[in-house]
T-cell receptor
Framework: AQSVTQLDSQVPVFEEAPVELRCNYSSSVSVYLFWYVQYPNQGLQLLLKYLSGSTLVKGINGFEAEFNKSQTSFHLRKPSVHISDTAEYFCAVSVWASGTYKYIFGTGTRLKVLA | NAGVTQTPKFQVLKTGQSMTLQCAQDMNHEYMSWYRQDPGMGLRLIHYSVGAGITDQGEVPNGYNVSRSTTEDFPLRLLSAAPSQTSVYFC????????????FGPGTRLTVT
């Protein structure tokens, strides 16, 4: 069965410091990978996605993620965070199963940027 | 485009009451789904639809009904509300079977007392 694990439920980091949010998945078939961001009291919006091709993908707001097939990971990084990056971040996979794509979300990582 | 819209934004129900959460999208997406978000549990799929007239159960379907009579609308019905259904509900849509990314509505915060 497919699953997504976000290893950290909360990550505090000082402003202008780098950050990495970790995501591991398990699947026996090919997957598409996504990171979503949820600002307080809002819905989720797409940050970046990996479908195929280059394993390093760049998203909005200076975020990037690297797909590592051997380690089944898709960690999210930003070299210098801002206060406005405070939000919850969700990793997700889309996998073909039973005639449709199934979406599986991780439990989220709450990023708190400190002044 | 308005994208994905949800109404109401907030709702308080008493145990045993029923209600319908509305969801609409104007992007002609085939795939629509309903999630609930609870602290520490991420998003859990309630029901989904791959097109008008076709619905299926997700991970946590009990206590909820859906129907899909048009491409645009995908309402979620709570049959007899229970305190365990207190949650934030999100509707999402995506392109057909090539489900690359989902577009989310702003959510409905439901409290059942």
């Amino acid at each position: 069965a497919q699953s997504v694990t976000q290893l950290d439920s909360q990550v505090p980091v000082f402003e202008e410091a780098p950050v990495e949010l970790r995501c591991n998945y398990s699947s026996s078939v090919s997957v598409y990978l996504f990171w979503y961001v949820q600002y307080p009291n809002q819905g989720l919006q797409l940050l970046l996605k990996y479908l195929s091709g280059s394993t390093l993908v760049k998203g909005i707001n200076g975020f990037e993620a690297e797909f590592n097939k051997s380690q089944t990971s898709f960690h999210l990084r930003k070299p210098s965070v801002h206060i406005s990056d405070t939000a919850e971040y969700f990793c997700a996979v889309s996998v073909w199963a039973s005639g449709t794509y199934k979406y599986i979300f991780g439990t989220g990582t709450r990023l708190k940027v400190l002044a | 485009n308005a994208g994905v819209t949800q109404t109401p934004k907030f709702q308080v129900l008493k145990t045993g009451q029923s209600m319908t959460l509305q969801c609409a999208q104007d992007m002609n997406h085939e795939y629509m789904s309903w999630y609930r978000q609870d602290p520490g549990m991420g998003l859990r799929l309630i029901h989904y639809s791959v097109g008008a007239g076709i619905t299926d159960q997700g991970e946590v379907p009990n206590g909820y009904n859906v129907s899909r009579s048009t491409t645009e609308d995908f309402p979620l019905r709570l049959l007899s509300a229970a305190p365990s259904q207190t949650s934030v509900y999100f509707c999402a849509s995506s392109y057909g079977k090539r489900s690359y990314e989902q577009y989310f509505g702003p959510g409905t915060r439901l409290t059942v007392t």
